[in-house]
């Protein structure tokens, strides 16, 4: 199978690599100079668990000519219009195309290049992270949840699934994956936007009483706006679920963190805290903690001179 992995970094390397590893075709692409250079000329470091050194194909997206079988998304949801727009060119009547994008909403902007029947929304908690250009973090286990965003292209996914198992990606075909990708964006905007503000680790933030009524509050906020969108969310299990997140996770700097302070990077705000401020506002449903902490981080990346 032709897989191209849309958005080459920590992630998309760990799934290029065990896919690969697995017998699949695999090309990575990304826009990132230094770690194309890097891979090109020495493979694919894997430190961690198990380290290894693999030759992979990586070039950037405009490169790419060959039609995917199979194309996993992994750039930074802000990018995603560009990364879709400059891989036109290999997706093709049966390109599958799996969304794997922190976040919320990531699928209005996909239908306007992939049939529905050939798009698969998911959400993983694998993790990895990258040393350096070329050299990857991979550490721990993880699972996928994943469904066809349309009912007809359900039976085709299952062809996914199965190779991407035998990459020993363990994927769940969930019927109703959307509950998993608010969970996950609800855990995002509690902790990424939070941490990025407050310039600290998640054990910290999550130490004090009045995060913790923030927290509550933001899960609230998530909670209502989704069961009005349709998604079955269950208040209590996710304020539970994001207390269990925020204890094993307790020494690190959330991702927006690392983008915000310490790399000066444009955030994925507008996409999990901004992405429910928004559809409250259509639905009629205040939003005040959501749209504060969006509009802060907004703040911070004009203070940080990083804004357009």
Not at 84 to 101: N, R, S
Request: hydrophobic share 40%; with cysteine.
């Amino acid at each position: 199978m032709r897989i191209y992995i849309a958005g080459s970094g920590a992630m998309g390397c760990r799934f290029g690599y065990q896919l690969q590893k697995s017998g699949e075709d695999v090309v990575l692409l990304d826009n990132w100079e230094d770690h194309i250079a890097a891979i090109q000329k020495n493979g694919l470091t894997i430190v961690g668990d198990e380290p290894d050194n693999v030759p992979m194909t990586i070039m950037k997206p405009t490169q790419a000519k060959d039609v995917a079988d199979f194309i996993i998304l992994f750039t930074k949801a802000m990018q995603l219009p560009s990364m879709l727009e400059d891989i036109k060119q290999i997706i093709g009547a049966h390109t599958k195309v799996l969304c794997l994008l922190n976040g919320l909403g990531h699928e209005d902007t996909i239908r306007k290049y992939i049939k529905e029947e050939n798009i698969l929304m998911g959400v993983t908690v694998w993790t990895a992270g990258l040393k350096g250009p070329g050299v990857a973090i991979l550490q721990g286990k993880g699972t996928i949840n994943m469904q066809s965003f349309d009912k007809n292209g359900a039976e085709s996914s299952r062809e996914i699934v199965d190779v991407m198992n035998k990459a020993g990606l363990n994927v769940i075909y969930d019927e109703d994956v959307l509950p998993s990708i608010w969970r996950k964006a609800c855990v995002n905007g509690t902790m990424n936007s939070t941490c990025a503000l407050c310039d600290c680790t998640i054990g910290e933030f999550f130490a004090t009483e009045d995060a913790l009524h923030t927290v509550r509050c933001i899960i609230h906020e998530f909670c209502e706006v989704g069961i009005a969108s349709g998604i079955k969310l269950n208040e209590k299990e996710i304020v539970d679920y994001v207390m269990h997140v925020s204890e094993i996770a307790a020494p690190h700097y959330p991702s927006m963190h690392q983008d915000l302070v310490q790399n000066h990077r444009l955030t994925e705000i507008d996409f999990i805290n901004g992405a429910v401020a928004r559809r409250g506002k259509k639905l009629g449903i205040d939003t005040p903690y959501c749209q504060m902490i969006t509009d802060l981080i907004h703040a911070k990346e004009h203070i940080l001179k990083i804004a357009k």
